[in-house]
């Protein structure tokens, strides 16, 4: 295996463990499985998470935005396992870069879906138990973690996502941003991302980014997100 793929199998696997949104395919030999992303299913309706996302902005992006990530995923790794049969391995590195565009975006979308729900069900709110405390310790108060996340989106330029991560060495939570559709990865945990691509509020809130900024609060899981916490 190539430098480049050394470094992009690990994240690859763990958006398969994450998202659960890689599925087994064929055995290609008794070592080896080769895997193929796809659109995982929302567990809500388009509309469930209106008026603060509209339908609309759900179904463009879970149909056609994500979608793209998962075809651009798919044929990275088509390509580059062809290169590796070849033992081509400069061509192999050549796609790296999409990989981890593409990689990217399917993985951090696959969290975000479950990162939200509707207002009537899970989403909104505070958190409790376990994650209250942490966020109590490590950033003062949760309205604190609110200001911060939504500073740290604001400042965002271009595209990109933001945030709420556990540290796996110190065990503390924190805030950080990723430009484009760079995923979270090495000693971070993602708990809770929220896209600040412009197609994820455009169509309903224009250029009034801080708007979607405030009201996606409204539909954060934070089950999702402590359960994340827990178990990492
Ligand atoms: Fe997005």
Do not use: C
């Not at 975006?105 to 994650?131: I, M, T, V, Y």
Request: glycine fraction near 10%; hydrophobic fraction near 40%; aromatic fraction near 10%.
């Amino acid at each position: 295996m190539s430098a480049t793929l050394m470094r992009t199998a690990p994240v690859l696997r763990a958006a398969a463990r994450a998202s659960g949104a890689v599925k087994p395919m064929a055995m290609a030999s008794t070592s080896f499985v080769r895997g193929k992303a796809t659109l995982p299913d929302l567990s809500y309706d388009y509309g469930a998470l209106e008026p603060h996302i509209s339908g609309k902005i759900m179904e463009l992006h879970h149909k056609k935005h994500h979608q793209t990530y998962v075809t651009g995923l798919n044929s990275a790794l088509e390509t580059i396992g062809e290169a590796e049969s070849k033992g081509d391995f400069t061509k192999a590195a050549s796609v790296a870069p999409l990989l981890n565009f593409h990689g990217g975006g399917h993985l951090n979308h696959s969290l975000f879906w479950e990162n939200l729900a509707p207002a009537s069900r899970d989403g909104g709110g505070e958190p409790s138990g376990s994650l209250k405390k942490a966020i109590g310790e490590d950033f003062g108060s949760f309205d604190t973690l609110r200001k911060q996340m939504n500073t740290a989106l604001a400042g965002i330029q271009g595209s990109g996502w933001a945030w709420l991560v556990k540290d796996k060495q110190s065990g503390t939570l924190g805030v950080v941003t990723r430009a484009n559709q760079d995923p979270v990865t090495g000693n971070f945990v993602p708990l809770l991302g929220i896209d600040a691509w412009e197609h994820a509020y455009y169509l309903q809130y224009e250029n009034r980014k801080a708007e979607y900024f405030e009201a996606i609060w409204n539909v954060v899981n934070w089950k999702t997100v402590a359960s994340r916490f827990d178990k990492s």
